[in-house]
């Protein structure tokens, strides 16, 4: 399968610190990449790259290329503000605004210009479709977003990157305030979108790497330790040190 994301000799400081060292990924489309390691290992830093909101953050320098469809995101003529739309984010913890469900679909999309009803109508209905979430807000549409539940409200969160028309999903540890049985929810959903979707999640969550994911890479310390098909990365890693991270002897 065809690479969607392409990260070559990626090395990115926050002033002085080093956070990742020459990173080099293929990141296949339609497919689930998982990105696991301990706390501090440069996972959420790598997941920010590929839209670029380290950028928000002062003193930061990044070295080497970080290509989607072939085209360096870092190159001076790339319009931010596509490349956002182009790559949705999805948080820990669901960030609803406070509005009406609908009016959290439709925001961005109104953001980027679109103003006709019917239109609106269409992208939130296809939006909440897609999420797993039509059938049960189709008539709660003008409820507050904030009196969902956190699974509808993470879900709601996914369905607003849809909405603006995303082809990239990145996740950073998407179900880490959600229970078990919301967890199964999150990730049977992220498997029905991947037919359509490129999906990179964070996770500390072993298991669902293993449950979800069809590539997983493994960081430690800034560094891509390894990076494989999922089912080789848990059951013959390469490397010593992903052996002792998914054996429990580290980390």
Known sequence: MASKIELNNLTFYYGNFMALKDVNMNIVGNAITALIGPS????????????????????????????????????????II??????????????????????????????????????????????????????DLKDKLKRSALSLSLDYQQRLCIARVLAIGSEII??????????????????ELLVSLKENYTIVIVTHNMQQAARV?????????????????????FTSPKDKRTEDYITGRFG
Request: hydrophobic share 35%; with cysteine; charged share 30%.
């Open 40 to 79: 501090g290992c440069g996972k959420s830093t790598l997941l920010r790259t590929i839209n670029r909101t380290n950028e928000l953050i002062d003193g930061t320098r990044l070295e080497g290329k970080v290509l989607i469809d072939g085209k360096d995101i870092y190159d001076a003529q790339i319009d």
């Open 82 to 135: 596509e490349l956002r739309k182009k790559v949705g984010m999805v948080f820990q913890r669901p960030n609803c605004f406070p509005l009406s469900v609908y009016d959290n679909v439709a925001y961005g999309p109104v953001v980027h210009g679109t103003k006709k009803k019917a239109e609106l109508d269409k992208i939130v209905e296809e939006s909440l479709i897609a999420t797993w979430l039509w059938d």
């Open 170 to 187: 990145l996740l950073d540890e998407p179900c880490s305030a959600l229970d078990p049985i919301t967890t199964l929810r999150i990730e």
């Open 213 to 233: 994911s069809d590539y997983s890479g493994y960081m430690l310390l800034g560094e891509l330790v390894e990076f494989n098909q999922t089912s080789k990365i």
